[in-house]
């Protein structure tokens, strides 16, 4: 029986801090990473699409383009936010409901977020992903 490993994209201005993201989500979810910077999201997210769920770093929200926040809202990808930022830590506005990371974050905080979306949209995470 073939297996469909999920597409993850990470939206990260870091490239290390994307680099380790990429590491634990393909070391507990299986499948691949697309890392980008918020510079190239439009292209990478109504070109590519099938994405399984998307990681975006997120400081003030004039950071990421106007355009690429419609985009993941019409798309309705799960979504989660890390931010160093203390003023999104309870949310970032318009995306009330999407999980939000201080970083630093624990691993199993980061697992449990995306499960969390995942499961929420009813794209199931990899069963045999270990934690």
């Known amino acids: ?14 490239y290390v801090v994307a680099l380790e993201l990429q590491y634990h989500v393909e070391r507990f979810f299986g499948g ?18 099938a994405f399984a769920c998307i990681i975006c770093d997120t400081g003030p929200v ?29 949310g970032v506005p318009g995306f009330e409901t999407v999980p939000v990371l201080g970083k630093p974050y624990q691993v199993h905080d980061l697992v449990k977020a995306i499960t969390m979306v995942m499961r929420a949209s009813s794209v199931p995470p990899d069963s045999s992903a270990q934690q």
């Open 32 to 49: 691949r990473c697309r890392i980008v910077s918020s510079n190239d999201l439009d292209a990478v997210l109504l070109g590519e699409g």
């Open 1 to 14: 029986m073939t297996t469909i490993e999920p597409n993850f994209l990470i939206v990260e201005s870091w």
């Open 62 to 90: 004039q950071d990421l383009p106007d355009d690429f926040l419609r985009a993941i809202q019409v798309s309705k990808i799960p979504l989660v936010f890390t931010t160093s930022c203390d003023t999104f830590l309870m």
